[in-house]
């Protein structure tokens, strides 16, 4: 593997691309250390330490690589685009305009691109809003005895001030994943959520063998590097597991020529839903504590709420957690794969699944196998999500700052494995060994 990233280093064009997103990671990481315009920064780091990182708002300090609750210009991070290309994602499926634009082809793609950029935007202004005003009322660090004199100017042009620079951080954000993307080696948003989430692992683990009771702490450090390294290895083995369905193309002869006659796949991923069950239900999850804290009730509901919902290590918590995942995941590949429209293209071009009538019973074969992979993949992604309210509970409980969450072992290992294709597809291409060899 070495030996391949010295070969890649010398080859020219690709150690262009390396570069260029080396340099843009670093540009990205400073900008995640730079304080918003407002924020007095000597209190912020006063009340960081006494912070709840828990539900979303965990989740979207894990996004930002920590810029969050420091309050810097790349504070909300790469979130709002996320949130926008999911809500374009699933507006395709209702919106028949958003439908007829994902068909086009690529100019219908760089159309819906676009609305995602304008939404990510206004997602932006929305969240940015949000957590000034949060930040200015003391609520971000509830616990802090100086959590409302983070901000200490309080007028209206401060905050303006505030929500546009975050606001022109998030669009910077998404400008430099671009550039990924057009000039770098793999996915730009995909390489910068990878960043985000990898930045917080050193403090996270730290954190854990300072607080840890056991052999000064090392133990429970060790812990977690094992259970770390088990994880990986799961995610790895079932994210590259996959039901390929054979497909074959009947010969035709048109002319003199002779076309098709061909064999190929449908492959259907176990885990076909990606990280995105696990995004909803957290976000869903939060709904409920979000209600009690605005609310600031005394009722009975609220105590209910707040005595059931808001630890992660409640059973309620924990139960309800893994059947929203399951539900998601499976609503999630109900819109995202459409079996009627793959066997429509599959009957129009000439191909069959060899011992399956073409049309409607494809369709029926195609969604009876999606549901039975669809099964073990949900399971599997509860069972990931739960592992950092069950880690270390012989340790005294579930550690709310365990690195090694579901959300975060999904996505760094998904995107290192496609980077590292990338990577190896590129110089495979010039007859070099690549780095699965």
């Known amino acids: 593997m070495f030996t391949a990233f010295a070969r890649a280093f010398k080859t020219p064009d690709l150690r262009k691309k390396l570069l260029f997103t080396l340099g843009i990671i670093v540009i990205y990481r400073l ?167 990898a930045a917080t692992f050193p403090g996270a683990l730290w954190a854990i063998k300072e607080s840890g009771k056991l052999a000064d702490g090392w133990i429970e450090f060790g812990t977690v590097i094992l259970i770390g390294f088990v994880m990986v290895g799961l995610v790895v083995f079932v994210e590259q597991a996959q039901r390929r369905i054979p497909v074959q193309y009947a010969k035709r002869m048109i002319g003199r020529r002779s076309y098709g006659g061909t064999s190929t796949y449908i492959p259907l991923k176990v885990n076909q839903a990606g990280v995105i069950p696990v995004i909803f239900a957290s976000s869903l999850l939060y709904i409920p504590a979000l209600i009690v804290q605005f609310s600031n009730s005394q009722a009975g509901w609220a105590t209910w709420i707040q005595d059931n919902f808001v630890t992660g290590d409640h059973p309620y918590y924990i139960a309800t957690y893994f059947v929203l995942i399951v539900f998601f995941a499976f609503f999630y590949v109900a819109i995202s794969f459409n079996p009627d429209e793959v066997a429509d293209n599959m009957k129009k071009y000439g191909g069959f699944i060899p011992g399956i009538r073409a049309g409607r019973p494809t369709a029926e074969y195609l969604s009876y196998v999606l549901n039975r992979i669809t099964w073990p993949g949900s399971l599997y992604l509860g069972l990931i999500a739960l592992v950092p309210t069950m880690a270390l509970a012989g340790f005294g409980g579930a550690n709310q700052n365990f690195p090694f969450g579901g959300t975060s072992i999904l996505i760094i290992v998904g995107v290192g494995l496609e980077t590292v294709k990338q990577i190896e597809s590129q110089l495979q291409q010039r007859n070099y060994e690549g780095f699965l060899r």
């Not at 912070?51 to 309050?71: N, T």
């Not at 949000?130 to 042009?157: E, W, Y």
């Open 31 to 197: 900008g995640a250390h730079i304080p918003a315009p407002g924020v007095d920064y000597s209190k912020v780091q006063q009340c960081i330490d006494q912070a709840d990182s828990g539900g979303l708002l965990g989740l979207m300090q894990m996004f930002s690589g920590g810029a969050l609750l420091q309050i810097t210009i790349f504070a909300l991070g790469i979130m709002p685009y996320i949130t926008a290309s999911i809500i374009l994602q699933l507006l395709t499926v209702v919106i028949p305009r958003l439908e007829a634009l994902k068909k086009e082809g690529q100019s219908g793609t760089a159309k819906i691109t676009q609305y995602t950029r304008y939404l990510t935007v206004a997602l932006a202004v929305l969240q940015g809003t949000g957590l000034v005003a949060t930040a200015r009322s003391g609520a971000l660090f509830q616990n802090c005895s100086v959590g409302d004199q983070i901000v200490a100017d309080k007028s209206v042009f401060t905050t303006v001030i505030m929500v546009l620079t975050m606001t022109a951080g998030t669009a910077a954000v998404m400008w430099l994943g671009e550039l990924i993307t057009d000039r770098g080696i793999g996915n730009g948003m995909s390489i910068l959520m990878f960043i985000s989430i």
